[in-house]
Nanobody
């Protein structure tokens, strides 16, 4: 079992930046695939990015070139650096983890993730 706690959300104007953090209660080893998802009101939860301990990443097309996922293994913290934010990025952002490789199955299928944080709200105004 691993517990995840997100932080770093807030309100920002379009074009601005935010960095989200996800603190894990246990060491995130090579068995885990770590991910960020987001869910806007009235919409399905969608995958944003994944990261594994080997540094392999996946990104949604909508955030490629603007968002960067990374992990600090020493502090067991996952990050999501979000630049050039757009109003359509407004959503609740969730940290998630699953005990499998990020390259197996669909990385953006939220049903494949077993562990979730409570979420942090990101609001981007135009």
């Amino acid at each position: 079992q691993v517990q995840l706690v997100e932080s770093g959300g807030g309100s920002v104007q379009a074009g601005g930046s935010l960095r989200l953090s996800c603190a894990a209660s246990a060491y995130i080893n090579s068995s885990y695939c770590m991910a960020w998802f987001r869910q806007a009101p009235g919409k399905e939860r969608e995958g944003v990015a994944t990261f594994d301990i080997d540094g392999n990443t996946n990104y949604a097309d909508s955030v490629k070139g603007r968002f960067t996922i990374s992990q600090d293994n020493y502090s067991n913290t996952l990050y999501l650096q979000m630049n050039k934010l757009k109003p359509e990025d407004t959503a609740m952002y969730y940290c998630a983890a699953t005990l499998r490789s990020c390259s197996r199955g669909r990385w953006d299928d939220y049903s494949e993730y077993s562990f979730w944080g409570q979420g942090t709200q990101v609001t981007v105004s135009s």
